[in-house]
């Protein structure tokens, strides 16, 4: 068995989020599907991001354990031949076995896209978040600014979220401002349920000037999902990349050759 | 009666092109439809560039004539409300009454956009052409300048177009590549049917090394359609904006100036 790293890219419009659900479409149900039909093995994948209904990815990642002796960088060609267009596989390549997408340390960039103009795009009206009032871009890069570090995100969590600890780093969260095309651009050690859709509705009412850019110092210490602004839409949401370390890439090359070297040994005797 | 012009944006990937037919949805007769409903009389748009099906448009022209007294400014907020979320008008002014969006004095510039990369990218697999053998951008950009100034482009244009002058003049065909994305930007006097698909095609086989960047001037040269390359895919194309001369925006305030003053001086005596 030999263990498969897939960096994927979808566009989040018409599934249910990445987690397989009951009765409705997600990127791992068509994941798994199509990899078993192409593999004529039963695969499941273990998924890095568990990215909510209508989120997009430009770089999730999967692994999946399989005996198949296609080439591990081969198969992102097969497999996209049988995918549907809105899933595409970036890269595939073997990982080290104990290689966990979820388990091991990363680090996540996430980008947030807001179109702030008087009419709504059509070629982005499905990754960007329509806002009509003018922006003001430079309130919201000094509020960024307090997000930035170690911090109980209690506050931009969605009530809904299961796991205990709340704590998380943020170590960068940069606004940038192209014609009318508003990016935030954050990456963490990691981001708690809702929590990048909460910090851009909150950056939102700082841009809107219904929140100073000061207050957000005291949302966090709230530790109070209340305190915190709305949870702005799915659709401007997109996870850009997952950053391990080591990289997998790395440790995988290492691996082999340790394997290479074992065999080597085996035959020397 | 005031004659309104607007500025069309549209996504034309659902639309058999700008021009109304028989059992097809065309972006003309979404716009006499609504427009009609709104305004509660018979309208008909007259369209700049009648696009092809599947081909986009940020800045494509119309305009009609109308006895509502809503201000022209205001209208396209109106009509943004009840068109289909793929058609979004841009900005409504009113124009001087003989302005015609085909017969005055322009400049249009249309884009064609190649995603050159290993793998199809979701997120704007709608709006670029996929093309996966690395093109030589470079020589692409030498053979654009054949195409510059007044030619005849016979070679050009499809067999099936009815205008019997094939002269044609382009002012400027610049190519930049950024990341995976090619963008062929092209301005001219006017394009005969299929112009800018089959220019792009033909430079495709330039950018895969299947023609040599100075067989384009014999292309011209020749006046037959078979001297060129393939007409590249519609959605690949974008019509970006057509510039009147002089701008319908100056001449409907001087227009409007000039009434005001008739009025001015019947007031007078």
Chains 1, 2 share one sequence.
Request: charged share 25%.
């Amino acid at each position: 068995m030999r263990r498969i790293m897939l960096i994927v890219a979808y566009d989040g419009t018409k599934y249910c989020g990445w987690q397989i659900q009951p009765n409705a479409v997600t990127v791992e149900e068509v994941l798994n599907r199509e990899l078993s039909r192409l593999l004529k093995e039963e695969i499941t994948v273990i998924g890095a991001s568990r990215t909510d209904s209508g989120v997009h990815a430009m770089g999730n990642v999967a692994v999946f354990d399989t005996s198949t002796r296609i080439p591990a960088e081969k198969l992102c060609y097969a497999l996209n031949h049988s995918l549907p267009e809105d899933i595409v596989i970036q890269k595939s390549f073997e990982v080290a076995p104990d290689f966990h997408p979820r388990k091991w340390d990363s680090k996540k960039t996430y980008e947030y896209n807001i179109w702030n103009a008087d009419f709504v795009q059509p070629f982005n009206r499905g990754y960007t978040h329509f806002v009509y009032h003018t922006l003001d871009v430079e309130a919201m890069q000094k509020a960024a600014r307090y997000f930035l570090g170690e911090h109980d995100f209690t506050s931009f969590c969605s009530t809904k979220a299961q796991v205990p600890d709340h704590v998380r780093t943020i170590y960068s969260l940069e606004i940038e401002k192209k014609g009318n095309l508003i990016t935030l651009r954050v990456t963490g050690n990691g981001f708690l349920y809702n929590m990048v859709r909460i910090i851009a509705g909150t950056l939102l009412l700082v841009g809107e000037h219904q929140r100073k850019p000061e207050e957000i110092a005291e949302m966090i210490a709230a530790k109070n999902r209340e305190a915190a602004g709305p949870t702005a839409p799915a659709k401007g949401l997109m996870l850009v990349k997952i950053d391990y370390f080591p990289a997998p890439e790395r440790v995988e090359r290492e691996f082999i050759n340790e394997c290479i070297n074992e065999k080597q040994e085996e035959i020397r005797g």
